[in-house]
T-cell receptor, first 114, second 115 residues
Framework: NAGVTQTPKFQVLKTGQSMTLQCAQD?????MSWYRQDPGMGLRLIHY???????DQGEVPNGYNVSRSTTEDFPLRLLSAAPSQTSVYFC?????????????FGQGTRLTVV | AQKVTQAQTEISVVEKEDVTLDCVYE???????LFWYKQPPSGELVFLIR??????QNEISGRYSWNFQKSTSSFNFTITASQVVDSAVYFC????????????FGQGTELSVKP
């Protein structure tokens, strides 16, 4: 059981380049999220999805796009990378029951924009 | 609005000392869950505990214990007899009812345990 798989693990981009961070889960969870981690700021929500075809913005969505065409996949797209997007990115897959939640995180992607 | 505050940015202790990591949360919801995660130097997030808002019993798991107090909106984490392997960044997080699986994280506390 792979859980949540994020690729790549490391990436260096030049300013203005675009790329897609991949996230896949094999637990049939409805909920998936993307967070970014910056020093002193914890993890902040970028975008999230409550099911295939449904996405919404989190706290820091600017500069990122997402789509959820299948339950399994939730890619995060950087349209035109900026140095401010240098961060560690985590994808999470969650299931929810009667008001509670259990989140499973990918291994993270360390992105550097130069 | 929901918010989680971990006021301690960095803590440094010597091995075998006890250490408490503070977590204060804000929410108007009556149904919510609180979490602690550990992030070791390898970078992954490791789930430690989940507590719901209706259960204020303290919990102990080996050297780890958690003190949940709704009166002060706090969910503090104590490590007894700390070890070098406890060195990590620790995050407190909040989930409010029907929030689509979204977690709200505190800023994190970096714990350094020196031999």
């Amino acid at each position: 059981n792979a859980g949540v798989t994020q690729t790549p693990k490391f990436q260096v981009l030049k300013t203005g380049q675009s790329m897609t961070l991949q996230c896949a889960q094999d637990m049939n969870h409805e909920y998936m999220s993307w967070y970014r981690q910056d020093p002193g700021m914890g993890l902040r929500l970028i975008h999230y999805s409550v099911g295939a075809g449904i996405t919404d913005q989190g706290e820091v969505p600017n500069g990122y796009n997402v789509s959820r065409s299948t339950t399994e996949d939730f890619p995060l797209r950087l349209l035109s990378a900026a140095p401010s997007q240098t961060s560690v990115y985590f994808c999470a897959s969650s299931y929810v029951w009667r008001g509670g939640t259990e989140a499973f995180f990918g291994q993270g992607t360390r992105l550097t924009v130069v | 609005a929901q918010k989680v505050t971990q006021a301690q940015t960095e803590i440094s202790v010597v091995e075998k000392e006890d250490v408490t990591l503070d977590c204060v949360y804000e929410t108007r919801d009556t149904t919510y869950y609180l979490f602690w995660y550990k992030q070791p130097p390898s970078g992954e997030l490791v789930f430690l505990i989940r507590r719901n808002s209706f259960d204020e019993q303290n919990e102990i798991s080996g050297r780890y214990s958690w003190n949940f107090q709704k009166s002060t909106s706090s969910f503090n984490f104590t490590i007894t007899a700390s070890q070098v392997v406890d060195s990590a960044v620790y995050f407190c997080a909040l989930y409010c009812h029907n929030q689509g699986g979204k977690l709200i994280f505190g800023q994190g506390t970096e714990l350094s345990v020196k031999p």
